[in-house]
């Protein structure tokens, strides 16, 4: 099983960028397909981005589309989130997740992710 760490996380101001990090460790990272989700107070956790394991495909859910990219860096069993022009409703608990099943495409759907890390805090407030 891989155990997974975020960072990154911090209050910001509206229009900055921010850049999170995910470490894995244990089982051989490249092996699954791994994504960010986010979780508003008060709100269900919803799928932010995801990537396949090779890097090559990637998914974005719509309101971050062209703002947030997602990438992955396999020899250093790490998955990053760039946020740009981050907005208030940006504001969640940021988790990435790792998907050990064998499907070629992402899964959109929070359930369908094995592992998650602690989840690290991003703000975005003036």
């Known amino acids: 099983q891989v155990q997974l760490v975020e960072s990154g996380g911090r209050l910001v101001q509206p229009g900055d960028s921010l850049k999170l990090s995910c470490v894995g460790s244990g089982r051989s990272f490249r092996d699954f397909i791994m994504g960010w989700f986010r979780q508003a107070p008060g709100q269900e956790r919803e799928f932010v981005a995801a990537?396949?394991?090779?890097?090559?495909?990637?998914w974005y859910a719509e309101p971050v589309k062209g703002r947030l990219t997602i990438s992955r860096d396999n020899a250093k069993n790490s998955l990053y989130l760039q946020m740009n022009s981050l907005k208030p409703e940006d504001t969640a608990v940021y988790f990435c997740?790792?998907?050990?099943?064998?499907?070629?495409?992402?899964?959109?759907?929070?359930?369908?992710?094995?592992?998650w890390g602690q989840g690290t805090q991003v703000t975005v407030s003036s």
């Open positions: 990537i396949s394991r090779a890097g090559g495909s990637t």
């Open positions: 997740a790792a998907d050990y099943s064998l499907r070629v495409e992402a899964s959109l759907s929070a359930p369908d992710y094995h592992v």
